[in-house]
């Protein structure tokens, strides 16, 4: 018999996370799906603006679940392709309890699948640059004070790679302030440049930079819609969609389209992270360097100034938390 437990932690947040988002602290629900041979984790921690159910909701969805579904889901074949695991998924349950139970069922099949292997993390810019020297891949967010944002930048050694992300607050005027006073060079790609998609050319004409999509495509845009952009890599965050299977079938699709898929955090905990560092491995992209490294965003951390995520990281963590 399976059983499933479920619990609410309070992380706080950093200081410099505060001031950049105004978050004090993260609530994160843990599931941990335990029988007599095995044990495996999800974790659910919605984000104002991504995510839209409550945290206390989906845990009562997973509390009310009927104990033959996680049979069901433990005996899972997982010989069945990435999109009939994705329909099965998202055809019996309702997000998010789809999504968690997919996670759950990925980490069950992967549970004693620890390779030997390392996931490369971008690091998002929120403390003093030098705290970063060892990432070669830095993200940073544009768009609150461009003079500032534009000083940052040219501070940063050619060694490292840089990934800007501007939440779609900007014009071609503001890109044209920004991109003739830096050196373009080692610009990786502009992320969510435009509210406006069709401007996307702008920056990929004049500049020669990639664009990145994130919150611009969901679960129901079409390759179509997604090829119109322009975009040269896909930002996909995995909590924000069916499951896991769909995450997977995702990215496959996307490198059939000459499009890179690079896995992100929507600033999860550990479990997420360690399990986001399995899908990569599973999806055979670690030669990518993927945004989920959440280290200095928590006021304390299992893993600071790490630059690499080993899959299944959170194993010893979890025992302790559930």
């Known amino acids: 018999m399976s059983i499933i437990k479920t619990k609410i932690i309070t992380i706080p947040c950093s200081d410099p996370a505060f001031n950049l988002y105004g978050l004090k602290e993260r609530l994160v629900l843990i599931a941990s799906l335990e029988n007599s041979h095995t044990r495996a984790w999800a974790e659910y921690a919605p984000w104002p603006g991504i995510h839209h159910v409550d945290i206390h909701h989906a845990q009562k969805m997973l509390q009310n679940i009927n104990p033959r579904d996680l049979d069901d889901l433990c005996d899972l074949d997982h010989g069945l392709s990435c999109y009939d695991l994705a329909l099965f998924f998202k055809k019996r349950w309702p997000y998010p309890l789809s999504y968690i139970l997919s996670s759950l069922a990925f980490s069950l099949n992967n549970y004693h699948c620890s390779p030997d292997i390392q996931v490369t993390l971008s690091a998002l810019v929120l403390n003093n640059i030098y705290t970063y020297k060892n990432f ?51 610009i990786n790609y502009i992320e969510e440049p435009f509210l406006d998609l069709k401007n996307n050319s702008y920056i990929i004409d004049n500049y020669n930079i990639a664009i990145a999509l994130d919150e611009s495509w969901d679960e129901d845009s079409s390759w179509d819609y997604i090829e119109a952009t322009r975009a040269r890599y896909l930002i996909i965050k995995p909590s924000r969609f069916s499951s896991i299977y769909w995450v997977m079938n995702k990215a496959k699709e996307a490198k059939e389209h000459n499009i890179i898929p690079i896995i992100s955090s929507s600033f999860e905990w550990i479990y997420s992270a360690s399990l986001y560092a399995m899908l990569v491995y599973t999806i055979d992209m670690i030669d990518e360097t993927h945004g989920i490294w959440i280290s200095d965003f928590f006021a304390s951390s299992s893993n600071n100034k790490e630059i690499y995520i080993k899959p299944c990281d959170a194993l010893s963590l979890l025992r302790e938390e559930l």
């Open 136 to 186: 070669k891949y830095l993200k940073i967010k544009i768009g609150r004070n461009l003079h500032d944002e534009i000083a940052l930048i040219n501070t940063i050694t050619p060694q490292h790679i840089i990934r800007l992300d501007a939440n779609k607050k900007l014009n071609t005027s503001n890109y044209k302030n920004i991109l003739d006073n830096i050196n373009i060079s080692n």
